[in-house]
């Protein structure tokens, strides 16, 4: 199985990015995907979740500005990032979950800075 996260970069405030995380090897469509994202000397923190069944959770803190979407056909998970602000800077990585089966991507990094 292998997760490979990528569309990271530097971005002004208010600007927009969408990462995506294209999945190899694995019944994408079974799995729960999920985006988290890391600032350095904090803990790994819950962005959204894409279920198998179509539903999708956002993290109150970006609620209305992040959202994620799945591409059964592509195997892809995204995330598009609106309104971004300094605080988003983090690396982010995507998830895929099932069961005990569980694998993470190496994450890419989001730095959003005038």
């Known amino acids: 199985v292998q997760l490979q996260a990528s569309g990271g970069g530097l971005v002004q405030p208010g600007g927009s990015l969408r990462l995506s995380c294209a999945a190899s090897?694995?019944?994408?469509?079974?799995?729960?995907m999920s985006w988290y994202r890391q600032v350095p000397g904090k803990q790994r923190d819950l962005v959204a979740h894409a279920f198998p069944s179509g539903t999708i959770t956002v993290t109150d803190s970006v609620k209305g500005r992040f959202t994620i979407s799945r591409d059964t056909a592509k195997n892809t998970v995204y995330l598009q990032m609106n309104s971004l602000k300094p605080e988003d800077t983090a690396v982010y990585y995507c998830?895929?979950?099932?069961?005990?089966?569980?694998?993470w991507g190496k994450g890419t990094l989001v730095t959003v800075s005038s």
């Open positions: 998830r895929g979950l099932l069961g005990s089966s569980e694998y």
């Open positions: 090897r694995m019944a994408f469509s079974r799995y729960t």
